[in-house]
C-alpha cells in the first residue's frame, strides 16, 4: 500500500524540519528520516496505528514520541493527513482533525 501525502501533511513536515534545523544542525534530517521510517511501516502495516478520531484517523508516534502522524487508510492508500506536534493543546489538534 503506497502512502499519499495531503498539503497539509506535507506542509507540517516542512514546518518541523525547519523548526529542528534551528535548533540544531541536522536534527532536522533526523527528524525527516525517522518519518520516512514511519511511513515506511504504515506502507506495511496500514492498520497499526490506533483510531483516534471519528472511527477513522489513526495516528502513529514519530520522534521521541513528541509528533503524531495522522493518516487514513483507504484502498487507494495510506492518506497522510497531519503531523502535529502532541504537546499542544488537545483542542487545537481535535479543530485541525476536523475536517478529515
Known amino acids: 500500500m503506497n502512502a499519499v501525502w495531503t498539503l497539509g501533511a506535507e506542509s507540517d513536515v516542512q514546518r518541523i524540519y525547519e523548526h529542528q534545523e534551528s535548533w ?3 536534527a532536522g ?3 525527516y528520516d525517522e518519518v520516512l521510517s514511519s511511513v515506511r511501516l504504515l506502507e506495511a502495516f496500514p492498520e497499526i496505528g490506533p483510531v483516534v478520531h471519528r472511527g477513522k484517523v489513526r495516528r502513529v508516534l514519530v520522534f521521541n514520541r513528541h509528533y503524531g502522524l495522522f493518516y487514513v487508510a483507504e484502498r487507494r492508500g ?3 493527513h497531519a503531523l502535529l506536534d502532541l504537546r499542544q493543546d488537545p483542542t487545537a489538534i ?3 482533525l476536523k475536517g478529515i
Do not use: P, Q, S, T
Open 24 to 26: 540544531e544542525e541536522g
Open 78 to 80: 495510506v492518506i497522510l
Open 94 to 96: 481535535m479543530k485541525r
Open 29 to 31: 534530517d533526523r527528524f
